[in-house]
């Protein structure tokens, strides 16, 4: 799922190859930030990725599944998600 600045909230799901996958979120991290993959260094390869991944969203209800979430022009979210993972809490509500 990619959640962007966009005021529709459409929050749009798309599929990916496990390969792909596996390149934009690491095997911790359910979460990422665009913000962050851009500081990698193989970006190269991601732009072919990205390319495929725009062309194959699928219908929320015909998902089997969210795997992760790409969070696009949102990196002010990172301070809920430190650890780029979801465990029901934003980090800074756990506890309250």
Request: net charge negative; proline share 4%.
């Amino acid at each position: 799922m990619v959640i962007d600045d966009g005021l529709d909230c459409r929050f749009p799901v798309y599929q990916v190859t496990d390969n792909d996958f596996s390149a934009i979120f690491s095997e911790k991290f359910e979460i990422e930030f665009i913000e962050d993959i851009l500081k990698r260094d193989d970006i190269s390869a991601l732009d072919e990725i990205f390319e495929r991944m725009w062309t194959q969203e699928i219908p929320k209800a015909k998902a089997q599944g969210i795997h992760g979430t790409l969070f696009y022009d949102e990196y002010d979210r990172k301070k809920y998600f430190p650890e780029k993972i979801w465990n029901g809490t934003p980090s800074d509500l756990r506890g309250k």
